[in-house]
């Protein structure tokens, strides 16, 4: 540990809080860890989708004929082949909608709604081969005119992507077709009469656009169907649970066919939550009788798994002279990609989330485009929602003449504050992190060099709690193997096996986590939402505090004494009046085997208890004047952790979502040209940063107990991704005296604005 | 129609021979013909580094070398990184500074940052930055990865 | 990637002898990060592919201060700024093969590569221009000399015929008092394609202050890298002043011809031109004067 990286403690624990080196790292540096491309199986055939080149179209045929003749394919299959396509309207009665979608957008039926859209899958000998017979599907489309942006999109007379999709608003269903999905609305307050006593009203445009997690691992997944008519799946997933969920309901299986098998996994961020390949893959191991591994290319990833959508949202708050605000107000629309689901509720939920205000409204849409369907990306809706809110603060401060942490000090939620959509916070730390970002050396130093600026921005996200299942079995050798059905994408099982061995009163060395399948498990939920080290890692105390009770009553089998006078503490058992009795949790495991066996805890939690998190980041930019390219050049992210389980990881989770903030701030987007195709698909055109483009991001880690976790976890994955954005557009402003409204801040677009800016 | 190659090659300081055909990468190669998956994939176009791999002495995209042009040349991976004794120091610095989180990344890095360390043993951190720019991590921001090889070479701490 | 055989010959007669025979379904890998890249995409096809970096003339590099540089085609971009020699004589060379790609790509990739990949935005091109680089090339016909500024003749085409071949680039010994700076536009700091690139040398007289001679070269604003004949040539008998250099910029911006794509707008490039050249110029002059 380093200044740069700080941990305000005020609890300290034995194992919890402490930096072990993590139980895989060493498979993971060696290159032995298995990934989901990695797996191999006798006899495996490589699968291959070909895909829509046309943003928008009507499939009037497909020949597979040809494909099928050539040597070396194994099976072929298209829409044809999925359960849907021989279900009718009738049976699927209020379910058809939902399955068209789902079905269609594993492999398209009648119509293909991005460019990217599967129409149809080949299994072969290898990977070349079944590329070969990809080029000899003839598929004839008849194309229609695309949409892609969400302002477009919601006009009467745009192009309409689903003939049977109307407006769901407020529990009314819209007359006709459309492609805005669904129209939600919250309100407090009442927002006139906020604005009126205003004395002065700030109010905003702003644009985002899509942008990719950029998971370096592109989507895999290997199925075999077993004669007996069992499916296996390996993949690279989120959520193990997830993928078996959503191939039953495509392949209209039970779940107890499906097992799925999670392998370990490149990068997810939420993008690897919807199975884009599975369903495919093994459809084509039923048809071709052997197991089949797809994988996706890059271009693949871009352009057909889910981005973050882009989005439009009018700002408008208003505030006293003092700096009180007395009313915000957020209209946002946000493009959910050919099906409906954009994260437009959180979004809505997020945007005023750091502030106490009496008056506020939010107004979201979620409007389908011709673009690949949108998947979570890291506190999904948020960032888009804080660029807009942040920025609009930011202004407001400016007109007002204060500084921004001490404006946002003003206004900060706190315990007892009510959102707009009506929860009321329980603790939560937000004024902690601004205190500590106005207390912060970077803070009380100037921004450094010509053209420079700093920019201020905070950030929420809600966390999430949900299902998860741990089972922990004591073995004779006194080590415990921790079972879960989490899968670890950034260190996960080390934060889980240390608050089982926190609980347990033994060395971390002595919890061995694993990560298991489907049928080893009970369910879990995803690893997501900032959720597993908070409820997985609930699920390990609980099934600990299970052992720490069999350890016990064991004891007193052993001793031949009432249950209630042996206790549990610090890793041992012990009699509680006979200070002779007392046996180290090592000692009494290896008893169990000749006293009636090994002992497992088990749990299963579904807690509600997450706490919330936000962050404050303070950036530091440099602005070329001559070229309009912005270089991020100092850059601190405060964050409420409740309290850091593994405090490298979690400054890993802290500096990763940031500098994925950067990248959005500064440069990444999908770029679309005028008939709606990607024309970025590339890691050399969509310009994630590189080790290049930055510099060292410094963290704060404050720990403010989550009262609903019993060492005060609070969920920290995803709000690190919300503030960047908003920051950055602030710190540009400082340098340059420019308003950017819409995202990337591209150098071309700097430029664009300071010509305006001077005349044209 | 063109068939297998046959190629012999040093890996990791052994003799090799296999067969391939010469449209497969030598990514393709050490993954799919020789089982040495711990070389990773993430574009197949040049443009991450997760395929990195040391042909005669220096760090190349496996992707974009064909299998056949290792012939009589000497390939070292990421398999070829530990030694029996242990860990290479980077490798185990990487452990201890939490310089990775999902793993992907991390072979490509490792051989790239060994090559640096090799050349340049005192390296700094604007020189690590530069030289790391062809491998892409998405999950670390890079700056646990950037201390971990500062952590190694022998450039005085700032 | 379509199937393909392999062939990796050891002299230039050979290879010409191949590509002659298979035309445009043979095609030569050097470093291959533009070749590969491509025919995964399918935007070039080939029964053949030749291995041309077991050809000597190909893989060689050879300096005097008196004869120049000869630098074989297919020399990775590593081997010319790891070489203190060249690298002293030629920095402008050695700042574009310095950026191309990263320490990976730099590793394969060769300044022939990017000549005969003929992109608008291929960084070494400027460089090469600039410093008047000579094509050499071997065909059926045997050999002859192509300028540089001559070699790109539309977005991924070059000047080479049926069964010919870039063999080398030869670049004049430097005179005293000369300098030379490629510099490009990219919205990263590395692993990009230049929005827009310049490359300029300068001779001074022997007080340093005043202009011999000039070249500049200018990539992604048009078809192929554009020789900016204009913008060196007023700089020759000019003392070396703000004034002088804005002037060539102005000229250079002048033959730039760009398009609006997803890199960059045309306005956008232009305006980057005539920041690239000012700067290359002074950064040239700075050279030249030992700086
Ligand atoms: C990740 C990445 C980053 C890149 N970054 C840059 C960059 O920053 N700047 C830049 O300019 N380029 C860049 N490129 C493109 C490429 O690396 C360069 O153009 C490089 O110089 C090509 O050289 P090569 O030896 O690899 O060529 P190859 O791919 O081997 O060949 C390129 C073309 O030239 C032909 N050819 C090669 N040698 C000869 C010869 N002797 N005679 C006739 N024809 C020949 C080939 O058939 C092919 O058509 C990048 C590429 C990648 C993958
Ligand atoms: S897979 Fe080779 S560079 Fe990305
Ligand atoms: S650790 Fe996941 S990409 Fe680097």
Redesign the pocket.
């Known amino acids: 540990m380093t200044l740069s990286n700080q941990v305000l403690s005020e609890v300290e624990y034995n194992v919890v809080g402490k930096r072990p080196v993590r139980p895989d790292g060493v498979d993971k540096v060696t290159g032995r860890a298995q990934y989901g491309a990695d797996v191999k199986l006798t006899g495996l055939l490589h699968a291959k989708v070909l895909r829509s080149p046309h943003p928008h179209a009507r499939i009037r045929s497909i020949d597979t004929g040809k494909a099928e003749a050539l040597p070396g394919v194994k099976a072929v299959i298209t829409a044809k082949d999925l359960p849907f396509a021989a279900l009718s309207r009738e049976e699927l009665g209020g379910d058809y909608n939902r399955l068209k979608f789902a079905s269609d957008h594993m492999l398209a039926s009648d119509k293909v709604l991005y460019k990217g859209h599967p129409v149809a899958a080949v299994a072969a000998v290898n990977a070349h081969v079944a590329e070969s017979a990809l080029a000899l599907i003839e598929v004839d489309y008849e194309p229609l005119e695309a949409v892609v942006d969400v302002r477009a999109a919601m006009r009467d007379d745009a192009p309409l992507l689903h003939a049977e999709l109307r407006t769901s608003s407020m529990g009314e269903i819209g007359d006709k077709p459309s492609n805005v999905a669904a129209h939600l609305s919250y309100e407090k307050g009442d927002v006139e009469q906020g604005f009126g006593e205003a004395d002065v009203v700030v109010e905003r445009e702003l644009t985002t656009a899509s942008v990719h997690q950029g998971y370096i691992e592109p989507h895999n997944s290997t199925a075999f169907w077993n004669t007996d008519g069992q499916l296996n799946l390996w993949t690279s997933t989120q959520g193990a649970f997830a993928v078996r969920a959503a191939v039953a309901d495509v392949l209209r299986l039970p779940v107890s066919r499906i097992k799925v098998t999670p392998m370990e996994i490149g990068g997810g961020f939420g993008g690897k939550i919807t199975a884009y390949l599975d369903a495919i893959a093994a459809t084509l191991s039923q048809k071709a009788g052997a197991p089949v591994k797809q994988l996706m290319t890059r271009a693949e990833v871009f352009e057909a798994s889910g981005p973050a959508p882009g989005s439009w949202m009018k700002v408008k708050v208003g505030a006293k002279n003092d700096g009180r605000l007395t009313a915000v107000q957020l209209e946002v629309a946000m493009d959910a990609g050919a099906y409906p689901g954009s994260p437009v509720m959180q979004a809505m939920t997020c945007a005023f989330a750091c502030y106490d205000v009496e008056n506020g409204k939010v107004d979201g849409y979620d409007v389908v485009v011709n673009k690949p369907k949108t998947a979570a990306y890291r506190a999904p809706g948020s960032p888009q929602a804080a660029f807009g809110v942040e920025t609009v603060m930011d202004e407001l401060c400016q007109q007002l003449g204060l500084d921004p942490i001490d404006f946002r000090l003003l206004n900060a939620a706190k315990e007892g504050t009510r959102r707009i959509e009506g929860p009321v916070a329980r603790r939560i730390g937000f004024v902690e992190c601004l205190e500590a970002a106005r207390d912060h050396d970077h803070y009380r130093t100037p921004p450094e060099g010509e053209n420079s600026g700093r920019g201020v921005a905070a950030g929420y996200w809600m966390n999430r709690g949900f299902q998860s299942s741990c089972v922990i079995t004591v073995n004779f050798d006194g080590t415990v193997s921790l079972i879960m059905g989490s899968v670890d994408i950034g260190g996960t099982r080390a934060s889980i096996a240390q608050q089982a061995a926190e609980t347990l009163g033994i060395a971390y060395e002595d919890v061995k986590p694993m990560v298991v399948d489907t049928d080893s498990i009970g369910f879990t939920f995803i690893t997501g939402g900032s959720r597993t080290s908070f409820a997985t890692g609930l699920a390990a105390i609980e099934a600990a505090e299970s052992v720490k009770a069999q350890m016990v009553s064991r004891a007193a089998k052993i001793w031949d004494a009432a249950e209630d006078d042996v206790e549990y503490a610090d890793g041992a058992v012990r009699h509680k009046s006979d200070p002779e009795l007392r046996l180290g949790f090592k000692d009494l495991a290896r008893q169990l085997a000749t006293t009636g066996g090994t002992v497992a805890g088990q749990s299963n939690v579904d807690p509600a208890g997450e706490g919330n998190s936000y962050a404050v980041h303070l950036a530091d930019v440099q602005v070329d004047p001559d070229t309009g390219k912005t270089e991020v050049t100092r850059y601190t992210a405060i964050q409420d952790a409740g309290k850091a389980v593994h405090p490298s990881y979690v400054e890993g989770q802290i500096q990763g979502g940031a500098v994925q903030g950067i990248g959005w701030a500064l440069n990444e987007e999908y770029y679309f040209d005028n008939s709606g195709r990607m024309m970025n698909p590339t890691f050399?055109d969509y310009r994630m940063p590189t080790s290049l483009d930055l510099p060292m991001i410094d963290t704060v880690i404050v720990e403010v107990a989550n009262s609903g976790h019993p060492y005060g976890v609070r969920g920290v994955g995803e709000v690190p991704i919300v503030p960047p954005m908003a920051a950055i557009a602030n710190g540009i402003h400082e340098a340059t005296g420019l308003r950017l409204r819409s995202l990337p801040m591209t150098p071309g677009k700097i430029l664009e604005e300071q010509w305006e800016r001077n005349g044209g | 129609m063109p068939g297998v190659v046959h190629v012999q090659a040093k890996i990791n300081g052994e003799d090799t021979n296999f067969l391939c055909e010469p449209r497969q990468s030598l990514l393709e190669v050490l993954r799919d013909v020789l089982g040495m998956t711990g070389t990773k994939e993430g574009c197949n176009?040049?443009?991450c580094g997760a395929c990195t791999v040391v042909l005669d002495g220096r760090i190349v995209d496996s992707c974009?070398v064909l299998g056949v042009e290792a012939q009589g040349r000497e390939v070292q991976t990421i398999e070829g990184m530990a030694s029996p004794g242990g860990l290479h120091p980077l490798q185990q610095s990487f452990l201890e500074n939490a310089a990775l989180q999902c793993g992907i990344c991390t072979p490509g890095f490792l051989l790239a940052s060994r090559a640096l360390l090799d050349a340049e043993p005192d390296a700094d951190e604007g020189r690590i930055r530069h030289w790391l720019a062809g491998n892409l991590c998405r999950c670390t921001g890079y700056d646990k990865i950037v201390r971990a090889v500062i952590q190694v070479s022998t450039a005085p701490e700032k | 990637m379509e199937a393909f055989d392999f062939v990796a010959p050891k002299s230039i007669e050979a290879a010409v002898s191949i590509l002659n025979e298979n035309g445009d379904r043979a095609?030569?890998?050097?470093?291959?990060?533009?070749?590969?890249?491509?025919m995964r995409a399918g935007r070039?096809l080939a029964d053949v592919v030749l291995d041309?970096k077991g050809i000597p003339e190909?893989d060689e590099m050879s300096y005097s201060p008196e004869g120049g540089l000869t630098l074989g085609?297919?020399v990775?971009c590593y081997r010319i700024y790891q070489d203190e020699a060249i690298s002293a004589a030629y920095p402008g060379l050695v700042d574009a093969a310095s950026?191309?790609?990263?320490i990976q790509?730099q590793g394969?990739?060769?300044?022939?590569?990017?000549l005969?990949?003929a992109?608008p935005?291929?960084?070494?091109i400027p460089a090469v221009i600039a410093l008047n680089g000579v094509c050499n090339v071997a065909g059926p016909n045997g050999t002859r000399q192509i300028a540089a500024e001559d070699f790109c003749t539309a977005p991924g085409q070059n000047a080479?015929q049926q069964g010919e071949?870039?063999?080398s680039v030869s670049f004049p010994a430097p005179v005293a008092n000369s300098g030379a700076n490629y510099q490009r536009f990219i919205p990263r700091n590395e692993?990009?394609?230049?929005v827009a690139g310049v490359g300029s040398s300068v001779v001074l007289d022997a007080s340093g202050e005043n202009f011999v001679s000039g070249r500049v070269a200018l990539a992604s604003v048009a078809p192929t890298p554009v020789f900016s004949r204009a913008a060196g040539d007023s700089l020759a008998g000019k003392p070396v002043s703000d004034e002088a250099i804005r002037e060539a910029s102005e000229l250079a911006m002048a033959d730039a011809v760009p398009i609006n794509d997803m890199r960059g707008t045309i306005r956008q490039r232009i305006h980057l031109i005539g920041v690239l050249t000012r700067r290359t110029l002074n950064n040239a002059v700075e050279r030249a004067r030992g700086g």
Do not use: F, H, Q
Not at chain 3, 27 to 38: N, S
Not at chain 3, 108 to 114: E, F, K, L, T
Not at chain 3, 121 to 124: A, E, L, N, W
């Open positions: 050399l | 176009d040049g443009n974009l | 095609r030569i890998i050097a470093g291959g990060t533009d070749i590969l890249v491509m070039r041309v190909l085609a297919a990775p950026l191309i790609g990263g790509i394969r990739a060769s300044i022939g590569g990017n005969c990949n992109a935005s291929g960084d070494s080479l071949m870039l063999v692993m990009d394609i230049a």
